[in-house]
């Protein structure tokens, strides 16, 4: 049994009707994290957003800010299984475990197969070493299918793919400017509902919400470096209307843009 040694379970869990946010860095341990069904909104490092529906899974791991739960307070379905050792830093050194920081979320396209095997991990008990190795066994299950699903992935053709690049570090770097997206599509020479379909393959989120995100980001960094007023800041971040912007400011962040600045603000 020594080919399964070397994996720690840090914890396990299967909730099926979740509201809870979670705001982690994982220190020391790596995570697979799966939503079976419901609305996800991930976080990831600070900088990129996804607001997802339906199965989808993502790794967490040691260094990067991870903030997800669910939308709204609507329920989800949660489950995850939580690791370390060195046999995880194997699967990390030899790709095993997929960790994408530019597209962490992946769609699962077999969804009763993955909870089927994620169900089999959670409810083995870990008390004699057999039960441990069938548990090993299962966790790389969980990742070789977690390859499988990357794999089944449309891919956005090779000659779109640049110029959606090119759009999205634009997008990142000036969310602020008035953006017309009818005429993105149409320097891309397709329809809008195929560069919508295309852009949200590629970043897991509809153009309009993905620029709706880029700006909260850019307010997330002036409500904590600088001693603009919400409405300033609402402006300067593309948002005509003050009001509109807290109120989708709190449904993203789960924190009103005033009570952010205070817990957040550098002076402090």
Not at 6 to 23: C, L, N, P, T
Not at 146 to 164: F, I
Request: contains cysteine; positive net charge; glycine residues 6%.
């Amino acid at each position: 049994m020594n080919y399964f040694d070397g994996i720690k379970f840090i914890g396990r869990s299967m909730i099926e009707h979740h509201q809870a946010w979670y705001d982690r860095v994982f220190n020391g341990y790596y995570g697979i994290q799966y939503n079976h069904s419901g609305s996800l909104h991930l976080i990831f490092d600070d900088r990129l957003e996804f607001t997802v529906e339906g199965s989808w899974a993502f790794i967490t791991w040691p260094g990067p800010r991870f903030q997800y739960g669910s939308c709204d307070g609507k329920l989800r379905s949660h489950n995850f299984v939580c690791f370390a050792g060195e046999r995880a830093e194997l699967f990390r050194e030899t790709g095993l475990m997929p960790l994408n920081p530019e597209q962490p979320l992946i769609k699962i396209i077999n969804p009763d197969r993955f909870m089927e095997t994620m169900t089999a991990l959670n409810k083995i008990p870990l008390n004699d070493r057999i039960n441990y190795a069938r548990a090993v066994s299962l966790l790389e299950s969980l990742l070789l299918q977690l390859h499988e699903q990357r794999a089944n992935m449309k891919v956005v053709p090779a000659h779109h793919e640049q110029k959606l690049k090119i759009l999205i570090r634009q997008l990142r770097s000036s969310p602020q400017l008035e953006w017309d997206f009818n005429r993105e599509a149409a320097g891309l020479f397709v329809s809008f509902t195929h560069f919508r379909r295309m852009f949200k393959q590629y970043t897991g989120l509809p153009p309009q919400q993905f620029l709706i995100n880029c700006r909260l980001n850019l307010a997330v960094k002036m409500l904590s470096e600088s001693s603009d007023s919400v409405a300033e800041i609402a402006a300067r971040c593309g948002f005509d209307d003050v009001f509109y912007f807290s109120r989708i400011f709190k449904k993203h962040r789960n924190i009103a843009p005033l009570a952010y600045r205070k817990e957040f603000s550098i002076s402090h």
